[in-house]
């Protein structure tokens, strides 16, 4: 038997408790396009949010005349979540595909005939863009402000620059997943910001174990970089060590996972459920389900449905998980079938998947049939960075002292 | 406004011990924490006082967490092998077990002078509260010695409750013994102080600060943790040339068990246990006390903190996007379902299930509201729980202090529990004028007490200067002839008095009168707020006649842990001496009412010698005794597992026990259970009116008029002059419709139940009920106001002996 739960917990966090740096890129001025540059965790889209607010109430701007644009349909289901909390319109935000569709529409310019969706998506784009810049139109829009912006191509820029007098991007180029991605350098001299950007430093929500591991999956050579944009200002009051568990079969893999799900749940954090594609997102769902643990399918075509201010773990591939954040990330089936056909990089993927984290880490895979990354985290774990377990746990460290039972002398 | 400089410490130092580490620990009752101050930073150019927290690492089923809070929960999984925080505090979801036991909030029971009731016992091992402190300290001692070496460990200052007895403090002192790493003289810190002292010299420095210190200024800091809320009136004052602080204790609260796991408590107790029974249709009583105290709470209380901590988390959020609205929001809770098991018949388990647990703001905010009142400051417990407003400590303290709540300048609200945002507006609505100072960090609340404690041991230990010394907070004197008050030690003096810790001697006090009898030496303490107040009164006997005028040498010392030491002399050929010993007179307080010790002995009592064999007419009749206790403090539930009790071991009948658990299932509104045990009765013990008098009771209360009035007409007939039982039948009389006949009756009653004499809370009782029926209000009023409600009691408790009542009223006991 299945449940969910519907506890509210909004992942939204309120302007006052911002970083003075997080408040100064809400407050930037709108007379030039602005490029926001920050590592996961360092709170893009809460401050995102909080700028458009700011945009909304202080500058006048109207509701119709301003654009929050994300790159997926899940991360906008998840950013009007928590534009909720400070009762942003709903339309303001869109999916930047859907926006372009929505020009192309507006101003009658012939549809598209690609079969596949990529194709229609990248000949819409570049037919509205080439029709904003070669009919001198004016901007429709008073503001945009993009997130994720490393993941949207170089066109996109283009059309921004003619259809809005204002734009703010921001971006995290570590992230980048997508291969139509553009360079951000050549982003931001299409929007004349040159490279003028400001930089979101500080880890402040992200535990420092987290990123640690995280790093493994990233080449030698960024692996300093990541660090370097990351500050860790205080001592967290909690730190979990992640952990890697190896399972002697699928069953008792997906047992241990819903053990796993449901300590979380009753601690109150948010779960992501990551995996690789689809179909596995489809098998984890009907495993964990069927063993009465509650959780959500997060998909791309439904993404609405999702309630990303309730508890109840989502399932989702790490495409959908883009610019997502969770207290709590499982990635189960960590196998080399898995990942086979991945569209990126594994290494990119698990990175991308570990850094959805703001607390913990569990890494899940079968014995024998680990993908091969997997064996670069061995320094983690003779370091104790990273702890690995059996599917049954042994009992937890007990300590015996009948050797050192010595009463003291009252 | 006014900037605090830097460090508001010394600013000339010239004594070092040359450690480099100082440590700072907070043993709590829910999560304790270490703090680690490096004093290199200090001696640096900048002057900086730099404390980090340590992070403990703490097995857990997911492996290992690093947490700078360590729960004060001590497991024993296996006989003889234990877990200390995160890890025993997952275990508690599971449950108690015969070969499990699990320790949590066992500060509470600190030197208390007596073992801890469990339901199992524990090895000896983990048979006293101490112990368990031990093992906690064992575990933050090594998070401390592998980071920082053994040298680390060696100016160690631990923070206790301001409120904590001597016999406390010394068994805090002895876990520390135990754990390995002994204590010095002054290592013992009070909880509010240390919080105090974290805020004043790391928070409160720069622009914002909102009070002025050149002037004395009075802070309240509430420490409102998971198991004790513990209040301290401060005085603050910097001396201008030095920049020095000091810092007085005007008043402590006096000690209070209420935290947030009470609030917990009240969560399962007012909303998961009705709907567990809810849901599996099980009735309340089906589940005994020992069932829902044993089983059924400690797997209830992870659920309810975690749904507590939601709704706190989730309300928090929503207030600080809406500042200013007045309208709450509609938040609700849900956790997963749970599986609580609970033992049944022969080995067997039985297993309730619990859906979709879940708490909505408004249930939380009903159930915070006794919590929260600030004109109700009285306990209003439970049978498992203790209810009590957090202003009860605070005003308590307030009064000590003698300030009115618009003197206070400041409030600091620290301890986890104070980030309820409930107790914070409350306490924001009782102090309207006071500033609220608070930690720019939320988490500081968590830490701010180790903090403080680092603080404290690197200024006492490292540069020998405190920032905070012990001072007395009254004045202490004796009370001599006609209520003149000699003052001995002046409030404000700093301890140990006199410093050298030897005594210190009084003259000029001499005997009023010649006598052979003995002579009273009061000892009393003097505010300006409140007057004088006896402590204690020692009795000095002469071993000859003593004549008027001969001296009495006093001597006295007031020790650092607020230990008063007195003793008086005759020096004369009357030769006489006493001595006595006094702890922490200032904050005296009783832990729990006189009738709350004798159950608790009782029951520890009983708990060793239950399973033997021998003496089972004690047992039974202590059995009687504590039930009755038990009974009388409206514990109805533990009542009746008590006396369950005293009928399985007697294997007979037994009456008393029978018409006990009857009144207890009427007192709970059980009307079918009492009829069907006062049924037992009147078969046990036909003659005896009181069964047929209280079944009569338990069918009116079903509705069952026709069926009472029998069973009352027996108890009539078996005692005439009995009025209680007339008036009963005065009032079934009335119910059936036939009023004059009642009228009469109820005439008769009043007659019985004579008010020249005096009576008992029952007849009082019915009494009331008579005087009420014929219209008689100014009789009825009188009476009411004698009765205390605590003493109403409706249903008779079994006394054969005092029936059938002749002249003399029904003697209850």
């Known amino acids: 038997m299945q449940e969910t739960i519907r506890s509210q917990r909004a992942w939204m966090i309120a302007r006052e408790l911002l970083t003075e740096q997080q408040e100064r890129v809400v407050a930037l001025p709108i007379d030039q396009n602005q490029f926001i540059s920050g590592p996961s965790g360092s709170g893009k889209t809460v401050v995102l949010l909080h700028r458009a607010n700011h945009l909304l109430r202080n500058f006048k701007v109207s509701p119709r005349q301003l654009r929050v644009l994300v790159f997926t349909n899940v991360l906008r289901t998840y950013i009007q979540a928590g534009a909720d909390a400070l009762n942003l319109p709903f339309e303001t935000i869109q999916s930047f595909y859907s926006w372009v569709f929505q020009l192309a529409d507006r101003e009658g310019l012939p549809k598209s005939q690609a079969d596949r969706l990529e194709d229609k998506c990248r000949e819409t784009l570049e037919s509205v863009t080439r029709y904003f810049e070669e009919e001198y139109m004016p901007p429709v829009l008073e503001a945009v402000l993009v997130d994720e912006g490393q993941d949207l191509p170089l066109a996109a820029y283009r059309l921004l620059r003619k259809a809005s007098r204002h734009v703010t991007v921001f971006a995290d180029s570590i992230q980048k997943l997508y291969v139509e991605g553009s360079m951000m350098i050549e982003a931001g001299r299409t929007l004349d910001i040159g490279d003028r950007a400001v930089r979101l430093i500080g880890n402040l929500r992200s535990s420092i174990a987290v990123a640690r591991l995280a790093v493994e999956f990233l080449p030698p050579a960024e692996r300093d970089d990541y660090f370097h944009l990351q500050e860790w200002t205080s001592v967290p009051t909690r730190t979990r060590i992640p952990l890697l568990v190896r399972a002697s079969s699928e069953d008792e ?75 709590t990330v499982l990635i189960p089936r960590i196998t080399r079938q898995h990942y086979a056909h991945a569209p990126t990089t594994a290494a990119q993927m698990l990175f991308v998947a570990c850094t959805r984290a703001l607390d913990w880490v569990c890494l899940n895979t079968v014995q024998g049939s680990e993908l091969r990354e997997l064996g670069q985290l061995e320094g983690l774990v003779l370091a104790g960075r990273l702890i690995e377990q059996g599917a049954s746990p042994k009992n937890i460290n007990v300590q015996n002292d009948d050797l050192l039972e010595q009463d003291a002398p009252f | 406004m006014n900037a605090l400089p830097i460090v508001a410490g010394p600013r000339t130092i010239s004594k070092t011990t040359g450690a480099r580490w100082f440590c700072g620990i907070d043993l709590g009752t829910t999560n304790s924490s270490v703090a680690i101050l490096d004093s290199w930073a200090f001696h640096s150019d900048d002057r900086r006082l730099e404390i980090s927290m340590v992070p403990i690492r703490q097995s857990t089923r997911t492996g290992v967490t690093e947490s700078i809070l360590f729960p004060s929960v001590v497991a024993e999984l296996f006989p003889g092998e234990w877990i200390a925080g995160e890890g025993a505090k997952e275990a508690r979801g599971l449950g108690s077990r015969k070969d499990r036991r699990i320790f949590y909030s066992t500060k509470s029971e600190m030197g208390l002078g007596r073992e801890p009731y469990y339901p199992f016992a524990a090895s000896n091992k983990f048979d006293s509260p101490y112990k368990i402190a031990a093992k906690i300290l064992e575990s933050l001692f090594g998070a401390v010695r592998e980071k920082f070496g053994e040298d680390a460990l060696r100016n160690v200052v631990v923070t206790v409750p301001a409120s904590f007895q001597v ?29 105090f002292l974290d805020y004043i010299l790391s928070t409160a420095q720069g622009e914002s600060f909102p009070l002025d210190l050149t002037a004395p200024t009075v802070v309240l800091v509430v420490d409102f943790g998971g198991g004790t809320c513990d209040v301290s009136v401060l005085r603050v004052q910097m001396e201008a040339q030095t920049g020095r602080l000091r810092l007085a204790n005007l008043a402590i609260s006096r000690y209070e068990r209420l935290g947030g796991d009470n609030i917990d408590i009240a969560i399962a107790e007012q909303i998961l246990l009705p709907e567990l029974l809810r849901q599996n249709g099980v009735a309340a009583l089906d589940l005994s006390w020992a069932d829902k105290k044993n089983y059924v709470f400690p797997q209830l209380l992870p659920v309810a903190e975690a749904l507590k901590l939601a709704i706190c988390s989730e309300y928090s959020s929503w207030l600080a996007f809406h500042p200013g609205q007045q309208a709450e929001p509609n938040i609700c809770a849900t956790q997963l379902s749970e599986s609580i098991r609970v033992p049944a018949a022969r080995d067997h388990v039985r297993t309730l299930s619990l859906r979709n647990p879940s708490l909505t703001l408004e249930q939380f905010q009903h159930v915070m509201s006794p919590f929260l009142d600030g004109d109700l400051l009285y306990a209003h417990g439970t049978e498992f729980n203790s209810i009590t407003s957090v202003f ?29 945002p409930q107790i914070q507006k409350a306490v924001q609505t009782q102090f309207p004028e006071a500033h609220r100072l608070s930690f720019d960090d939320r988490d500081r609340s968590f830490s701010a007490i180790a903090r403080g404690a680092a603080l404290h041991s690197f200024f006492l230990h490292g540069l020998g200067v405190p920032l905070l010394k012990p001072i007395a907070q009254e004045t202490i004197g004796l009370l001599a002839q006609d209520n003149v008050f000699r003052a001995l030690i002046r409030a404000g003096t700093e301890l140990p008095f006199p410093p050298s810790g030897q005594f210190e001697t009084h003259h000029g006090l001499s005997v009023p009168r010649d006598l052979m009898t003995e002579l009273d030496i009061v000892i009393a303490a003097e505010t300006p707020s409140r007057g004088t107040k006896v402590l204690a009164v020692a009795h000095l006997k002469p071993e000859n ?11 006295f010392r007031l020790d650092a842990n607020k230990v008063l030491d007195l003793q008086a002399s005759l020096r004369s050929e009357a030769n006489g001496e006493c001595a006595v010993s006094l702890e922490n007179p200032l904050s005296a307080t009783g832990h729990d009412s006189e009738r709350e010790r004798e159950i608790l002995s009782l029951e520890q009592e009983l708990a ?57 299932y009427y007192e709970l509104g059980a009307y079918d259970r009492a009829e069907k045990l006062f049924r037992e009765l009147t078969a046990i013990d036909a003659g005896w009116g009181g069964g047929h008098f209280n079944l009569a009771l338990s069918l009116e209360s079903q509705g069952r008029t026709g069926e009472a009035l029998e069973a009352v007409s027996e108890a009539t007939r078996l005692a005439v002059q009995e009025g209680a039982y007339l008036a009963l039948q005065a009032r079934l009389i009335k119910t059936s419709g036939r009023a004059e006949d009642a009228t009469i009756a109820f005439r008769e009653a009043a007659r019985l139940l004579d008010l020249s004499r005096p009576l008992n809370e029952f007849h009082l009782h019915w009494r009331i009920t008579v005087a009420r029926s014929l219209n008689d209000v100014k009789t009825a009023l009188e009476l009411e106001s004698m009765r205390t409600k605590q ?10 002996r005092a029936l059938p009542a002749t002249e003399s009223a029904i003697a209850l006991r």
Do not use: C, H, M
């Not at chain 1, 509650?294 to 495409?319: C, M, Y």
């Not at chain 2, 003493?791 to 054969?800: A, I, K, Q, S, T």
């Open chain 1, 253 to 327: 893999e997906w047992e241990r996972v819903g053990e796993i799900v449901k300590q979380e749940i009753s601690a109150n954090y948010r779960v992501g459920i990551l995996l690789p594609d689809n179909r596995a997102v489809n098998q984890a769902y009907t495993a964990l389900a069927s063993g009465g643990v509650p959780v959500e399918r997060v998909t791309a075509r439904a993404p609405s449905e999702a309630d990303f201010n309730g508890l109840t773990p989502k399932i989702l591939t790490v495409f959908s998980a883009k610019g997502l954040s969770f207290d």
């Open chain 2, 167 to 195: 016999a406390a403090r010394k068994d805090t002192l002895r876990a520390a013994v135990l754990a390995g790493t002994p204590l010095g003289d002054q290592s013992l810190l009070d909880e509010p102080n240390a919080a």
């Open chain 2, 392 to 420: 009860a400590p605070i005003r308590d303290a307030l009064d000590r202090a003698g300030p009115s709540p618009t003197d206070i300048d400041g409030i600091l609200l620290v301890g986890g529990s104070s980030l309820i």
């Open chain 2, 545 to 555: 006649l003593a004549r008027a005028g001969a001296e009495i040498e006093i001597r």
């Open chain 2, 608 to 664: 060793d010698t239950i399973t033997r064999r021998e003496s089972l007419s004690q047992k039974v009749r202590q059995i009687q005794r504590l039930s009755e206790l038990l009974f009388d403090e409206k514990k109805y539930e533990r009542a009746i597992d008590w006396a369950r009790k005293a009928l399985q071991l007697r294997r007979d009948p037994d009456p008393y026990a029978v018409n006990l658990i009857g009144n207890a």
């Open chain 2, 791 to 800: 003493n109403e009691r409706v249903g008779l408790p079994y006394d054969p």
